[in-house]
């Protein structure tokens, strides 16, 4: 899913679609719309920037993913490396 040139929004969506009640409840871009009586993504509306996702930076750290300008720092945490 995640190759090449991707900005994430793929993993996002899929995230929001499918977990937005346990994965994405305490996220900051997840929204109430009153007058629609949803719930709302606001990364994937395009009112905040996608690498402001919790989900897709917990994807990034578990799988060693290096963004050029946004985690190039090669002693970031990563949950899968034993030490």
């Given at each position: 899913?995640?190759?090449?040139?991707?900005?994430?929004?793929?993993?996002?969506?899929?995230?929001?679609e499918?977990?937005?009640?346990?994965?994405?409840?305490?996220?900051?871009?997840?929204?109430?719309?009153?007058?629609?009586?949803?719930?709302?993504?606001?990364?994937?509306?395009?009112?905040?920037?996608?690498?402001?996702?919790?989900?897709?930076?917990?994807?990034?750290?578990?799988?060693?993913?290096?963004?050029?300008?946004?985690?190039?720092?090669?002693?970031?945490?990563?949950?899968?490396?034993?030490?």
């Open positions: 899913m995640m190759g090449g040139r991707c900005d994430g929004g793929a993993l996002v969506s899929d995230t929001f499918n977990h937005m009640h346990d994965k994405c409840r305490d996220c900051m871009s997840r929204v109430y719309v009153e007058e629609e009586g949803l719930i709302r993504c606001q990364v994937l509306d395009g009112t905040e920037k996608t690498v402001l996702c919790p989900e897709l930076h917990q994807f990034i750290r578990y799988n060693e993913i290096r963004l050029y300008g946004v985690n190039q720092d090669p002693e970031i945490e990563n949950p899968k490396r034993r030490r």
